[in-house]
């Protein structure tokens, strides 16, 4: 078990990545053993077939999908991307002349925002529905938004800088009403919440392995009925006719993964991802209740000790690994890096930007202050937080907050 309770460092930046389970690793270091091309036709690529295949499984039957609805990525940006760039090609290929629309929210990651940006400049048609001051998407600005060329709506479950969760079964019924592809980011929370794509009526769903003790550089898009608009029966079936797809790929080569992802299937971290996965179902629901307890112990002493300080994101509909504060005329920066110094590791929000100086478009999508949008730190526990972490951050936080402003 790996250990994070020396006085040397505390790691709260769960939110960013999460360090490798141990019995990931030594999944994955047995999945080495067969390291045959998982698309060759003999003893070698059969056996890496088989581990391919064998995670695959285990992820549809947990999702209550079909195998072939699960394609493994490079991780959530590219699944971002295949959803998005591949839904829009494919409409514009089919409707020449025909200006798409596409419905987002403020607070989207950047594989989606700049996704929808790129685009933008390709003639797409983008709306980004604000959220509340609580960091939720409203279902009704949605439906406002909803024009008879939308063809995609894309939301993410949990918001990564926030935690926010937002009403995705609620805006799956209105996309399905309204007969329109929905795309969800469950980055965040895959694997830490339950998911059923059919319940949530999602046509594609991202996730990845790093977000939930796995390895970097791997993901999944389930795409509803691998893409095709019609049901299938029988998926033994002959090849459909590609007119009968709702997205096409963003990349070209073989035949892997639906022939939606063509490159050779990196099955080792597939497997990694797969016993990431499968250990955070078994110990889910003692986690997070666990980290539901720091989180409710650090948002209750800032706002009670630290003066001037604000919680973002709704104070109970948001994630257990989430914590996310402003302090009214601190920079956040600075803050991180005086924490730093006393060996604790926070972000002031994505990893994405964090070289960045600017204000999150999260944070300003929420519409604070103005002396409170520089000050912002995201605390994320994980499963390898203590109590005594959390003692430490709080003590750290009040010193450094009241060193700062002096």
């Known amino acids: 078990m790996i250990s994070l309770s020396s006085q040397e460092s505390i790691y709260l930046d769960f939110a960013a990545t999460t360090p490798i389970d141990p019995r990931v690793l030594e999944a994955m270091n047995n999945s080495f053993q067969q390291y045959g091309n998982s698309e060759s036709v003999h003893d070698f690529g059969f056996k890496s077939h088989e581990q391919l295949q064998m995670s695959r499984k285990m992820f549809a039957e947990s999702m209550n999908v079909h195998p072939r609805e699960i394609i493994f990525t490079s991780g959530g940006t590219e699944s971002d991307n295949i959803a998005t760039l591949g839904v829009t090609r494919k409409f514009m290929r089919d409707n020449p002349g025909v200006r798409p629309h596409i419905i987002t929210s403020a607070i989207e990651h950047h594989a989606i925002w700049k996704s929808c940006e790129y685009l933008e400049k390709l003639g797409v048609n983008v709306t980004y529905v604000p959220v509340e001051s609580d960091g939720i998407v409203a279902v009704k600005k949605i439906q406002e938004s909803i024009t008879k060329n939308t063809i995609l709506i894309t939301i993410m479950h949990v918001n990564n800088e926030l935690g926010t969760i937002q009403p995705i079964k609620e805006i799956g019924k209105l996309a399905k009403d309204e007969n329109i592809l929905f795309h969800s980011d469950t980055v965040q929370s895959f694997g830490k919440i339950y998911i059923d794509p059919n319940e949530m009526k999602l046509d594609m769903l991202s996730a990845s392995a790093h977000k939930l003790y796995g390895p970097k550089g791997i993901g999944l898009l389930y795409i509803k009925n691998s893409g095709r608009r019609t049901p299938i029966d029988d998926w033994n079936e002959q090849e459909p006719d590609e007119e009968d797809f709702f997205l096409e790929p963003i990349m070209f080569g073989g035949g892997q993964e639906n022939k939606l992802r063509p490159a050779t299937v990196n099955v080792q971290s597939i497997v990694g991802f797969a016993k990431a996965y499968e250990i955070m179902e ?125």
Not at 344 to 359: L, N, Y
């Open 282 to 406: 078994e110990v889910r629901n003692e986690e997070m209740n666990r980290l539901r307890e720091f989180q409710q112990e650090l948002t209750g002493f800032v706002l009670s000790t630290i003066p001037d300080s604000r919680l973002n994101g709704h104070p109970n509909n948001r994630l257990a690994s989430h914590n996310n504060f402003s302090f009214k005329n601190v920079n956040g920066f600075d803050l991180l890096t005086e924490l730093d110094q006393r060996k604790i590791a926070v972000s002031t929000g994505s990893a994405c930007i964090a070289q960045s100086d600017e204000v999150s478009h999260v944070i300003e999508a929420l519409r604070l202050p103005s002396e409170y949008q520089q000050g912002t730190l995201r605390i994320s526990t994980g499963r390898y937080t203590t109590s005594d972490h959390i003692k430490r951050i709080k003590i750290a936080l009040e010193e450094s907050v009241n060193k700062l402003r002096k």
